[in-house]
Each structure stands twice: as C-alpha cells, then as structure tokens.
C-alpha cells in the first residue's frame, strides 16, 4: 500500500543554519505531495504542496520540490529561525481518493 | 477567517464514562475526518466522510467509537465507555474533495482527552 517515509527527530539546529529533512514516498498512480506544520498546541496546517512530477513547493522560504524518479520531497529551508521549531509532516494523497497518508514527523527545535 | 473549531478543547474523565467530541468544519466543505495523535502511534485517521456520508471508519475502534454527522455544520465522535488507552488528541478536519488534485486538509486545533 501507499506510505511516506521521513527523517527520524528531532532535528536540533542553530539559527540561520539550513535545514533538510528528507521525505520519502511508495505510492501507486501520480500522488500530491505535501508538507503540514504543527506548532506546539496547534493542529496542523499546510506549508505547501507539490501535484505533479518535478513541480516545486514553496512558503515562508521552505521549498520542495517533487522528484518522481527518486520518489522524494524533501523539505529545505536556507536560513532557519527560531519560530520554525515545530513538527513537520510529509504527507501524500493518491489520486481520486481523500484519504491522506501522513509520515511519522519530525521535530525541529531551532536554538538562538 | 475560516477554520474548523472544535470543543471541547480539554476534557478530564474517568474510565468507563462517556465522551462526545464536536467539531464545525469550515462553511461549504464536503469532506470531514477525524485523527488522532498520540506520541506513541503519531497521527492516525480514524474516520472520514464525504456529504455527510461515512467512507472510511476502518481506523476506529468500533466496540466503543462512533463518528455521525448529523447535519452539514457538526460532526462528532464518541467514545463509549472511555478507556485510559484512548488518551490522546482527537483532531477534526475538514476540506473539499473535487478540487481535481491537491486537496488541502484544514485541521482544528484538536481536543485533548485524558481518561484517568
């Protein structure tokens, strides 16, 4: 069946560092990608997407871009804040369906 | 500012008691789901509809969780009898389907449930 894979946390970094966490995907048909970010005490919300092949997602300077020949989306961000420590979540949603699958997460913490 | 609320947002009962979870999805959207999140299992889908119709509660324990969604405003989940195990945060959200691709889930903020 269809499944996300991501980095295991938590990622600690220093402010102004850049940051990847890899995502990884198995998933029949052509999925959309996304990234969902949960703030502590908060559901999560979208951070952005990607629908087809080679298709690159951006907000709030984060960026990924969908590689269908590696099955990836991995998530970067060049210069990090300390307001960026949350959970983030890899996620995909197969075609025709409106059931997400959702990665594990992963735990940021960024230190000033 | 559209957004899914949820009540209520913390709930504190016994073992063997009753919970009922309610959650207002966002004006105009068709599909609802229900997850919870616990540190142990992460995010896990208990229960979706689509127009008010249930698709998938394969995720839901059935002996003792039921999801309803009596009209387009309200959907809520129940647990009956409650047990400490189903401790955890119960996030509602909702989104609409048909959009042809990409479909965004918008989440509450969760209700968090201690069963003592």
């Known amino acids: 069946g269809d499944s996300v894979t991501q980095m295991e946390g938590p990622v600690t970094l220093s402010e102004e560092a850049f940051l990847t966490i890899n995502c990884t995907y198995t998933a029949t048909g052509y999925p959309s990608l996304f990234w969902y970010v949960q703030y502590p005490g908060e559901g999560l919300q979208l951070l952005l997407k990607a629908t087809k092949a080679d298709d690159k997602g951006s907000n709030k300077g984060f960026e990924a871009t969908y590689r269908k020949e590696t099955t990836s989306f991995h998530l970067e961000k060049g210069s990090v804040q300390v307001s960026d420590s949350a959970v983030y979540f890899c996620?995909?949603?197969?075609?025709?369906?409106?059931?997400?699958?959702f990665g594990t997460g992963t735990r940021l913490k960024v230190l000033a | 500012d559209a957004r899914v609320t949820q009540t209520p947002r913390h709930k504190v009962t016994e073992m063997g008691q009753e919970v009922t979870m309610r959650c207002q999805p966002i004006l105009g959207h068709n599909t609802v789901f229900w997850y919870r999140q616990t540190m142990m299992q992460g995010l896990e889908l208990l229960a979706y509809f689509r127009n008010r119709a249930p698709l998938d509660d394969s995720g839901m324990p059935k002996d003792r969780f039921s999801a309803e969604m009596p009209d387009a405003t309200l959907a809520t989940l129940k647990i009956q009898p409650s047990e400490p195990r189903d401790s955890a945060v119960y996030f509602c959200?909702?989104?609409?389907?048909?959009?042809?691709?990409?479909?965004?889930?918008?989440f509450g903020p969760g209700t968090r449930l201690t069963v003592l």
């Open positions: 959200a909702s989104g609409l389907a048909g959009q042809g691709g990409g479909n965004e889930q918008f």
């Open positions: 996620a995909l949603l197969t075609s025709g369906t409106y059931k997400y699958i």
